[in-house]
């Protein structure tokens, strides 16, 4: 999760006195600067701090316009915060932190907008997003909501409300992982001359924000140089920044992909579990896992993994149409057809989920 601290000139036009120094705009940059560097045990207590702050929570009596503004950033402080438990484990708590305020706060939509991103983002893939237009814009202007949505309607095939969310980044920041996000979307709708731009700009760009120390704006160029035919190139460049910077995340993770997308799955296995040791919660790293034993031929193993998976979240898509696909090599094709239709249900634009279902109907 890309989170860019612009957004943070919003926070300290709220800023008040603390015991006559601090300020809450701090409290929130500290927080947001947390969640960047993935340091969840101190965003947690930021943001725990800032949604108590009687600011927030204590509006009687203030203004229509200037209660909004501070129930928009209540909600916004309340969706970190849960996000920060998940990525320490405490997924089911964040859920019910978000669910408590969905049930009481006069904004319910914002809590129930940020709840269903929060949802979808830790394997819930339920909520209905054809129409939650209207809730988003009052949230466009903050970067690391955005950057949360984004993926989620790519995924849902709604490409260009995704492309517009990376071109306004990227507006703002002339980063490589900007280009390289509308990159892939003009690859996914078969724009390749036009994919192939956006890589090589992405290639020669230099942000123009600061990166985290466990993120550096090269990772992205590792999957840039993929991307533009060069995978030799990029493990070479994935390796000289993991030389420099063994706590690189981005690069951790970039080089994980790269060997998966390059069908090293036994490397790849190796790589996304350390990854998914550190954060369970890791972008699809168990799914690739799964995937990776399935393409080795190890199918049963991949399948008790899946089975598992599935048992604790019931609507991840991704996970129904890959056990789908599994069971459709053997005798339990109604179960298969039971999978990939509610994956359907789920997601119905996904290319994946749409392969496979393809490859299932052909049966």
């Known amino acids: 999760m890309k989170i860019q ?16 120094q601090k300020k809450l705009g701090n409290v929130a940059a500290a927080a947001f600067q947390n969640m960047t560097d993935k340091n969840y045990v101190a965003a947690v207590q930021n943001f725990g701090f800032l949604i108590k702050a009687p600011q927030y929570s204590q509006l009687d009596g203030v203004k229509k316009k200037e209660k909004n503004t501070r129930l928009k950033a209540l909600a916004v402080f309340h969706y ?21 305020m969905e049930k009481s706060s006069e904004k319910r939509e ?41 993926p989620i309607l790519t995924a849902r095939g709604l ?10 980044g990227l507006k703002k920041n002339k980063s490589g992982a900007n280009y390289y996000n509308i990159g892939l979307i003009n690859k996914k709708v078969g724009k390749t001359k036009e994919a ?32 533009l035919g060069q995978p030799a190139e990029a493990k070479k460049l994935a390796t ?60 049963e193993r991949a399948l008790t993994m899946l089975n598992d998976l599935l048992e604790t979240y019931p609507n991840y898509a991704l996970a129904l149409a890959e056990r789908a696909a599994i069971l459709s090599q053997g005798t339990k094709y109604a179960e298969a057809k039971m999978d ?12 994946l989920i749409q392969k496979i279902n393809g490859d299932l109907q052909s049966k």
């Open 80 to 100: 970190n915060y849960a996000t920060a438990l998940a990525f320490s484990g405490k997924y089911e708590e964040g859920l019910t932190s978000l669910v408590a």
């Open 340 to 351: 990939i239709n509610k994956a359907l249900q789920l997601m119905p634009n996904h290319p």
């Open 110 to 150: 914002y809590f129930s907008f940020l709840k269903g991103i929060y949802q979808d983002r830790f394997f819930d893939n339920s909520v209905d997003y054809k129409n939650f237009e209207e809730t988003y814009k009052a949230f466009a202007d903050f970067p690391n909501i955005a950057y949360d949505v984004a």
């Open 240 to 299: 000289e920044i993991l030389q420099e910077n063994p706590a690189d995340f981005c690069a951790q993770e970039n080089l994980a992909k790269l060997i998966f997308l390059t069908k090293d799955y036994k490397q790849a296995i190796t790589e996304y579990q350390k990854l998914v040791k550190e954060n369970p919660y890791y972008d699809n790293g168990l799914l690739r896992i799964i995937q990776s034993y399935k393409e080795l031929g190890q199918t």
């Open 5 to 20: 601290i612009t957004l943070l000139f919003f926070f300290i036009g709220l800023s008040f006195n603390l015991s006559g």
């Open 196 to 227: 192939k731009k956006f890589f090589e700009k992405g290639l020669a760009a230099f942000p123009t924000q600061k990166s985290p120390d466990n993120c550096s704006y090269q990772s992205i160029q590792i999957l840039l140089l993929y991307e």
């Open 159 to 168: 490409y260009q409300k995704a492309e517009a969310i990376y071109t306004k």
